[in-house]
């Protein structure tokens, strides 16, 4: 069975930076898009990046120049370099596989002096 496990959250201070990454278990039968999106408390999850099979990527505009999600197709694990964090960053941080549609249980990002 195909697991998502996201790492690399914890408390940071704002402009500090983390790296996420979302490993995956079991057999996966081709390369497929992820995503990272967060939540907040109370908030409909946020898609925050997606990365294609090959390469491309797309931002939330709150993210765009801050964030950059990558892949490594060898180990299907995807990350999300996060720099010049904000506050609002501060949420639970999720990882999605397509097609599959698998979420991992998240990480906690806050962002806080």
């Known amino acids: 069975q195909v697991q998502l496990v996201e790492s690399g959250g914890g408390l940071v201070q704002p402009g500090g930076s983390l790296r996420l990454s979302c490993a995956t278990s079991?057999?996966?039968?081709?390369?497929?898009?992820m995503g990272w999106y967060r939540q907040v408390p109370g908030e409909q999850r946020e898609l925050v990046a997606r990365i294609a099979p090959y390469g491309s990527t797309k931002y939330s505009d709150s993210v765009k120049g801050r964030f950059t999600i990558s892949r490594d197709n060898a180990k299907n694990t995807a990350y999300l370099q996060m720099n010049s964090l904000k506050p609002e960053d501060t949420a639970a941080y999720y990882c999605?596989?397509?097609?599959?549609?698998?979420w991992g249980q998240g990480t906690q990002v806050t962002v806080s002096s």
């Open positions: 999605n596989l397509e097609v599959y549609d698998l």
């Open positions: 079991g057999s996966i039968s081709g390369i497929f898009a």
